[in-house]
């Protein structure tokens, strides 16, 4: 009995070391060193207000709202071509160029075939192969084809950043010290920021296409540690009044929440009126989506708005 005792004890101590060690590499990330400069703030990035327009001249406003260009990086499975086909024919057509990027080629499906498997190496190759294809386009926002993203709302959100300086801009996260930005709800990079992550790419001892972690990491917290060595990280999209604008759900989700909630607003406290991405959406709802952004339209109605942002030359947009 004391040989049975004590072999019981001896589990339970090491099923309790077992479960300390889980809870350890949890919030540990691998191949980072933490030091007093690797302790980053949290960054909020907001649009700018409506003083902050009005002080600009007509001539400034016209300049800023022309810079401001967009190469979208979406990224595409080839079984499920609906959503392909969806993202191309509704917001997709508001990226000043938008590239389709795919784990293998199809013939019905225009997209760069990556000939990849691997979610990080795929990802890592359709950032290089957007850098490398930019031109003059000094914004990337990169998303999957289920995300329905509003371009315009984007580039007023960026509209006084300069792409020179390092942004990496989404839905930030935290998982133990490591910040990062929601692949879900889409994410943008500077030039600048995607630069840096470019040059980092060929060091494998920062930045390995293929993870030598216990644990394999997900593509969205291993481009946040490339960043991170790089000095870019994570920071918070966000309105005037610090609502989030990138969202991980759909509409109807967020709405359901809110009412869930019992708030006494319930479209105020769904989401911000200048939200830029919604995620987890059918090719149906991306359709409704467009329709309400885009083309529903109370008659006599003017909304002020001080910057327009025209299409893409050439676009067929709505």
């Known amino acids: 009995m004391l040989s ?38 949290h960054h909020h990035i907001k649009a700018p207000t409506k003083d902050e327009l009005q002080s600009l001249s007509d001539t400034q406003m016209v300049e800023l709202s022309q810079r401001v260009r967009v190469y979208c990086v979406i990224m595409v499975q080839p079984s499920v071509l609906v959503y392909w086909f969806t993202a ?19 013939k019905v499906l225009e997209a760069v075939d990556l000939n990849e498997q691997d979610e990080w190496a795929k990802l890592r190759k359709a950032l290089k192969h957007a850098y490398d294809n930019a031109g003059d386009l ?54 600048e920021a995607l630069k ?16 030598r972690a216990l644990w394999k990491l997900s593509e969205e917290k291993q481009l946040a540690i490339c960043l991170k060595y790089t000095g870019v990280f994570a920071e918070n999209g966000e309105d005037t009044r610090g609502k989030g604008l990138f969202n991980s759900k759909s509409v109807g989700s967020l ?3 809110s009412m869930d909630k019992k708030t006494l607003d319930v479209v105020e406290g769904c989401c911000s009126d200048l939200a830029i991405t919604f995620s987890g959406m059918s090719p149906n ?20 708005d001080s910057l327009i942002f025209l299409p893409p030359e050439g676009s067929d947009n709505d």
């Open 88 to 106: 191309k024919d509704t917001w997709g057509k508001h990226c000043d160029h938008a590239v389709f990027y795919s784990s293998e080629s199809a």
């Open 196 to 211: 840096r992550l470019v040059n980092v790419f060929k060091d494998e001892e920062k930045c390995p296409e293929r993870g």
């Open 4 to 41: 049975e005792g004590s072999s019981f004890m001896k589990g339970i101590a090491l099923g309790g070391t077992f479960c300390l060690l889980l809870s350890l590499l949890g919030s540990f990330t691998p191949g980072m060193q933490s030091s007093p400069e690797d302790h980053h703030n």
């Open 138 to 191: 000094r914004w990337f926002f990169m998303a999957r084809s289920t995300t329905f993203a509003i371009i315009e709302n984007l580039k007023y959100l960026v509209l006084a950043k300069d792409p020179n300086e390092p942004f990496y801009i989404g839905h930030a996260m935290k998982s133990g010290e490591l910040e990062y930005v929601e692949y879900q709800s889409g994410i943008v990079l500077s030039y």
């Open 285 to 304: 709802q991306m359709q409704v989506m467009m329709f309400g952004v885009y083309r529903l339209r109370p008659y006599g109605h003017n909304f002020h």
């Open 255 to 257: 709405i359901q929440d």
